[in-house]
Every structure is written in C-alpha cells, then in structure tokens.
C-alpha cells in the first residue's frame, strides 16, 4: 500500500513534470519537420513561468465563474492523469474514478470552460465554446466506446484493472483493439486541438476552436489554463501508450522498477509525440464541418472494434 | 440605412451593343497626354460626366475577348486655393486610358454621382467628401469613409452605423481594427447565422494619412519618394506609375535601359510578392509547411534584390527619369539564373499543393467570385483575372518593354480560392519567366536622364500592372520660374476596386474561412485609406 502510493505520488509528479514538455517535444519535432529551428523543449515551462510572474487581468463583467475556471479544469486534468495507469497499474486512488468517470472528468472541464468564455460575453469565446461544444458532443461517445471495448476484454471499467489485463496478454494483433486504436488517434486529434481539426499554433481567432475559449484569460490563469492543456495531450497520450502499448509498466511496486517505468514512458511518449508532429505536418486543417464526418468516422471504427469483440471475442 | 443592393449597377442581360465604344471614337475631344500609355484626358461637364459612365458602363456589359473590359479605375476629388475643386474619374477603354476632370462650380451643388453605374465608386465618392468636402449628388450612401471622427456630425448615428441583418438566430462578430496577427488595421463586421456568414461590412480608413495633401506639399521630382510609399508591398509600382505621371506632364522620354530595368523591379517585386501570400494562404489553411518553404524563397529572393539594387523591397529605386541604379552584365545574368532556378523550385512546391487533397479541398468552392458578379462589381488585377475578367495593361496595352516580351496573360474562370492561387502560380512562373529574358535582354546606355520641368500647367497621368492590378497616378504639376510645384496628385491603388468584392465573395460562406479569402485576395490598407 505504502509502495502504491509512492507510485502514485511519483506518477503524479511525472505528470506535471512532463506534461509541458510533451508539448514542447511535438513543437520541436514540427519545426524540425517545416524546415525551421525549433525551440528549446522547455519552451512551455519557460512559458508558464512567464505567465506565472505576470499580473492577471480580468474582464470587468467577469462572474467568479469565469475567476475559478482555470483553477477547477486544472484539477480537472489532474485527476484524469492521477488514475491512468503510467508507471504502474497498482493506483489506490484509482479506486475512486474508472474510466467512465474519466470522460466525464474531460467532459465537465470542457463544459467548465465552455461556460467561463461565454461569461465575459464576447464574440470569439461564444464562437469557441459552440465549436468546441460540437467537437465535444461527437467525441465523448468515441472515447467512451473505445474504453468499453478495451474493458469488456477486462470485465471491469477500472483503468488500473484494464490495462493490468492488456499487459498480461499475449502478445498478439487484437482486431478489436486494432479499431479501437484508430478511432483513439482520431479522436485525440480532435479533443487536443491539433490539426486536421484545430490549429494549435494560429493566431486568427475566426479560425480557432479550442484556443478562442481561452483569448481572454491572462496571467496565472492563462498559465493553469495552458499548463491542464498540456496536462490533457499527455492524459490521452498515456490512454493511447496503456491501452494499446503497456509493456514496460513497473511489474511491481518495488522502487527501482518504478524508476525504470519512468525512461520507458519517456521514450513512448517521444515516439508518440514524433508521430503527432508528423501527422500535424502533412494533414492540412479540415473544414470546420468536416469535422462531423471526420469523427464519424471514429464512432463507426469504435463501434465496429466493439462489435468484433463481442462477436469475435478477439 | 438600406443594405446596399446588389442588383444595382449595369444590367448584364442588356442588349450587347454591337460596337465598343473606343476613345477615339466616342471621346474625340479628349487630349492623348504624352507618354508611351495611350492615356487621354477632357475636362467635361456634369452631364458629360454622367453620360460618359453609362456609356463605358453598357460597354462593360457586351464582352469581347481579348480585349481588356470597359471600366471604371479611379475617382478622385482634389482641391486647389486657386481653382475650383476637381472631380476626376478615370476610366479603362480598349484603346487606352480616359481621364475625366469635371470642375465643381459649386461645391454645395456637388457633382453627379455614378455610384448606381459603377458600385465600387460609392466609397471613392465618400472618399471624395470626407477629403474635399464635395458631395456626390444621388449616392445612396453618404456615411463617411475614411475620415472617421467626422461621423461625430451626423446627430443620429452612434459612431459608425452599420448595417445590420435582423433575424432569428442572426448575431455579429466584430473583428479588428487591431487584428492578432501583424497586419494593417481594418474592421469587419459579420453578420452570421450559426457558422453562416450572411453580411460582411467593411469599416477601413484606419491608414488614413493625407498623402494626396501631402503630395502638393513635395517638389515634382522628390514626391517619387512618397509615392513609393502609399503602399509597401507595391512600391516599384506606384514609384513607376508616379514616375510615368510626371514624365508625361513633362513630356520627357526616359532611357530604354531605364525602362527594362524598372519592368526588372517590377517583375522582381510580384515574384515577392506572390511567393510571400502563397506561403500565407497556405498556412491559413493550416499546412505550416508551405509557409515555411514559401517564407524561405521569398527571403532569399529579396536580400537577391538587396543586393541588386540595395533594398530589399526595391523602395527608391524608381526615380523620375529613370532608376536610381545601375547593374553590371554579370549580375543581372546571374539574377535570371537565379529566377529560373526558382521557377525549378516553384513548379516542385505548386506539384505538392496541387495533390494535397486536404488543402485542395479547403481551397476549392471557397469565396467564390462568378464572372457575372465580378464584372458587376468591377473586381480587377490578379483577383479580377481569376474570375475571368482577363485585363492586365502588360498584354492589352503594352508597351516599352511589354510588347517586346509578349506577356503570357494568365487567366481562370472558377472564381474561388484554389482559382486565385493558380493564377498567383501562374503569374510567378510567368514572371520568372520575364525576369531571365529581361537579364539578357537589358538595352545598353544611360539609366536616368536628368528631368526638366516645363514652364507652365501640365497634366500627367502613368498606369502600371502591379501585382495586384493597375495601379494608376494621376498628377498636374506648375512651374513658374524655378517654383515646381504638385498641384494636385491622386495615387490609386486597385484595392479600392476589390476591397468591396471581398464582401461579396464571404457571403454563404462559414467564418473559419473569411481569413483564407481574404489573403487569396490580399488588399493593402494603406494603398486605400490614402
């Protein structure tokens, strides 16, 4: 028990430690792909500590609403990384959220936000939140059908048990899973803001989804903001590397191969990061209404996974 | 305030007259100015005013191909302590250029308006009042243009009154004047349903600087310098077309030499561009890639014209008499090498963005512009000739060095995005091509000639291709003893034309799009509000 939560804590950390530079590794790895010098990897957390320093600026007609957004998606983010099994999938707190709960961890910071935009009544944030509203909307069901497929196989929706299933397995293509996986990277793509479907990097506000929620937000609540957006990118990272590449997980609680668990995560989510980069690069941003079709698609690659599972059993 | 009506303007079902009015024959007493350009000039009165724009009007209406439209190109107004204040207009025929002078007797009368003939004009002709204090008699709209904290004496308008769209579910989105990226300052106001744009209003003058006042303030030779400014992006144009004024009104012939070298600039400068917006319109479309790679060629294109000519926007260079450099064989050989291997580079990015399909996909049915609407509207240059209406006064009337290097026209009819940015490739490949037969081609001898001003009144007038259409100068310059002075002079740039159409070509469009319409089209601020 006392193992456990040393990995829990150390997971936790890891979380916050790497979010940003998870980011930061995937603008490295798109400069690098455009031709461009890129900037340090620690360019976010240089980031964060400059919005940090900086003075808050608030709407004048801002509600305590749009005061304690920032502050509850953040926790929101946390929480979400405390439960997906990183290093290890002995989790006590995991006990207290499985996958369902999950989603709608993600969901209720997306509403959240959604909500604190349109509170000081502008145009764009009213713009975002309906856009990010209708990402949302077709994304959830994605993830939840793809977390149900991956627990059908574990007969249980706790995370920690999922994953402790996927890793004891054979190693072998599961068809199931196999849809399952690219219905996750589609939907990734969409709930992250990367492109085809959001441009992380524009500065036109008539274009944005995800970063028109937040263009009036300043100071430290900007940087809770962006820090719980690099916190999410590497949540549906860790979903991706636990659900459909576990191996490496500490295989018990001893301290050194908790450690060791820390290079191998970091290695996965670099190849990862590279493959995200690389996607961004080639894939041109769609047509705000494209979008519906796009994560159409993932619901019928989902749904499909699903289906094979229960008829195929494999 | 009525929503402006598109139905106005010259009907295109009218009977297509049988002939094309020209200037010889429909304007006999017009004067043909000095100068290679076939441009002439008349002063007339109000009804000829009038009439003189219905009849180019109905001429617009009845196409014949390969013969640039009838148009209108510019509107003016200047005024002068010693005379009666000017309306001017200058109009586009087959044969050449005609420019109007109607003197305003009475400035309360104002002068006839022809903003229900021409729709672009309604805004020259509130340009006209906000700068002249003239009103344009039957305008529909007579809210101020570019003179903003004038809208103050209107009692019943709480700033600027736009027009709005009621309607269930119908809501605005202002954006700018001070826009995220690093731009010139405008407003739009949208008018959307949902993603649904359903009216875009225009609110510009926010550059507004005085430059024609300013001009009359300059000695004849010096003001090249501020014309080279009106707009950064087009500086060897309005440096060129200003030049071309001024030598006219003088009646002096600049150096062949002079000549090829400032179509050299010319050239070098829709290169840059063409290669700068590509890269833009690209990575509006989200694929950073092109703007990376387009950033790259632009760069190392222009510090190629640094050190051809010393700056890296060619600012300067045009001078009245000829240019202000001179390039030694050698170097304008490499300069065409150096354009053909671009052209290599081009041809290998434009085979990539033409098999993206994501990219095509945004480009493709975006901010369409038909034929019709343009002709309606009078869309001209580039963004004109991606919507059919094929004009470019480098091929329809072409002089020193044009005719000796038939220009390639290039021309589309789609009207949209992916339309605009074929024809920019178009354009750039065909200029490259231009650029390695100038650098062999370039005539020895002098590349300036010292200008001497005549005695006397002169009017002027110059009007060059820049890249993004005919940027036209009009100027009168007066000389008594050895006081030179500008009387008046009138910059225009085209987009005065096409700032309108952008309006037009958002509508039934969605707002994640406006921003990639209008860089395809990409008009300049400051060549606007003057």
């Known amino acids: 028990m006392l193992h456990g939560l040393a990995g829990q804590a150390l997971a936790f950390v890891a979380a916050l430690a790497l979010a940003p530079l998870l980011s930061g590794w995937v603008a490295q790895c798109r400069a690098w792909l455009q031709n461009r010098t890129a900037p340090p990897l620690w360019q976010p957390w240089l980031v964060l500590h400059k919005r940090l320093l900086r003075e808050t600026v608030v709407a004048e007609n801002a509600s305590p609403l749009f005061r304690s957004v920032p502050a509850l998606v953040f926790a929101c983010m946390a929480i979400v990384c405390t439960i997906i099994p990183t290093l290890s999938t002995d989790l006590p707190l995991a006990v207290v959220a499985d996958a369902v709960v999950l989603v709608g961890l993600l969901a209720l910071a997306r509403v959240l936000l959604s909500l604190a935009a349109m509170d000081v009544g502008t145009a764009f944030g009213t713009l975002g939140a309906r856009r990010d509203m209708m990402v949302g909307f077709l994304a959830e069901p994605v993830l939840l059908m793809v977390l149900f497929t991956a627990a059908l196989g574990a007969r249980s929706t706790s995370l920690a048990s999922i994953v402790d299933v996927l890793a004891h397995r054979e190693l072998a293509i599961m068809p199931s899973l196999a849809f399952a996986g690219v219905a996750f990277t589609m939907v990734s793509l969409a709930e992250n803001g990367r492109i085809p479907v959001d441009n992380p990097t524009t500065h036109l506000e008539l274009t944005m989804i995800h970063e028109a929620l937040t263009l009036e937000y300043s100071g430290q609540h900007l940087a809770l903001i962006e820090w719980a957006a690099t916190l999410k990118l590497f949540a549906y990272s860790c979903i991706g590397i636990a659900l459909f590449c576990p191996w490496g997980l500490a295989a018990d609680d001893t301290p050194l191969a908790l450690l060791l668990a820390v290079p191998a995560l970091v290695a996965k989510l670099a190849i990862g990061g590279m493959l995200l980069a690389i996607a961004e690069t080639v894939s041109a941003k769609m047509r705000i209404f494209r979008v519906p079709e796009y994560l159409g698609i993932a619901f019928v690659l989902a749904v499909i996974g699903m289906l094979i599972h229960i008829l195929l059993g494999a | ?530």
């Open chain 2, 1 to 530: 305030m009525k929503p402006r009506d598109p139905s106005l303007g010259p009907d295109q079902t009218a009977d297509a007259l049988p002939h094309q009015l020209r200037i010889a024959s429909g304007f006999p007493n017009a004067r043909r100015l000095p100068g290679e350009l076939p441009i002439h000039h008349q002063v007339v009165k109000p009804v000829q005013w009038r009439d003189a724009a219905l009849g180019i009007a109905r001429d617009a209406a009845s196409v014949i191909s390969d013969a640039a439209p009838a148009r209108l190109i510019a509107l003016w107004g200047s005024s002068d302590t010693r005379s009666h204040p000017l309306a001017s207009a200058v109009f586009g025929l087959p044969d050449g250029l005609l420019w109007l002078d109607l003197p305003i007797t009475d400035p309360d009368a104002g002068y006839p308006s022809v903003s229900d003939i021409f729709h672009f004009a309604g805004r020259m002709q509130r340009a006209v009042f906000d700068l002249i204090g003239v009103r344009a008699m039957g305008a529909a709209d007579e809210r101020r243009w570019l003179h903003h904290e004038r809208n103050a004496d209107n009692p019943s308008a709480e700033g600027y009154p736009f027009v709005k769209v009621e309607g269930a579910g119908v809501h605005e989105i202002a954006v700018g004047p001070v826009h995220a990226g690093i731009i010139e300052p405008g407003h739009f106001r949208f008018q959307v349903s949902g993603e649904k744009v359903l009216r875009l209003e225009e609110r510009l003058g926010y550059t507004h600087k005085g430059i024609d006042a300013r001009y009359t303030r300059l000695e004849p030779i010096e003001a090249s310098r501020l014309a080279g400014r009106v707009s950064g992006d087009s500086t060897v144009a309005h440096a060129w077309a200003y030049c071309m004024a001024l030598e006219s009104a003088a009646g002096i012939d600049p150096p062949d030499r002079a000549i090829w070298l400032r179509a050299f600039l010319l050239e070098r400068e829709r290169v840059a561009n063409h290669l700068g917006d590509l890269g833009a319109i690209i990575n509006d479309a989200g694929l950073a890639f092109g703007l990376t790679q387009f950033s790259r060629l632009r760069e190392v294109w222009l510090r190629e014209s640094q050190a051809l000519c010393g700056h890296r926007l060619m600012m300067d260079q045009v001078i009245p008499g000829g240019v202000a450099f001179d390039v030694d064989t050698t170097s304008l050989a490499s300069a065409g090498k150096a354009a053909g291997a671009l052209a290599a580079q081009v041809q290998l990015l434009r085979a990539i963005i033409d098999r993206h399909a994501g990219l095509q996909d945004r480009l493709r049915s975006t901010g369409t512009v038909t034929t019709a609407l343009a002709r309606r509207l009078g869309l001209t240059g580039m963004a004109g000739r991606s919507s059919g209406i094929a004009c470019d006064l480098r091929y329809h009337l072409p002089s020193r060095p044009w005719a000796a290097l038939s220009v390639q026209s290039a021309c589309q009819s789609a009207g949209d995005v992916a339309a605009r940015v074929t024809v920019r490739f178009d354009e750039l490949l065909e200029s490259l091509r231009l650029l390695e037969c100038i650098a062999v081609r370039v005539p020895a001898g002098p590349h300036h000639l010292p200008v001497k001003l005549p005695q006397g009144r002169h009017c002027g007038a110059g009007a060059v291709e820049g890249w993004r259409g005919e940027v036209f100068v009009g100027l009168e310059i007066e000389v008594d003893g050895t006081q030179q002075r500008l009387v008046r002079c009138h910059s225009h740039d085209p987009s005065w034309q096409n700032w309108p159409v952008l309006e037009h070509a958002i509508i039934g469009n969605i707002v994640p799009d406006f921003p990639l319409i209008n860089k395809s089209f990409n008009l300049s601020y400051a060549g606007h509000d003057l």
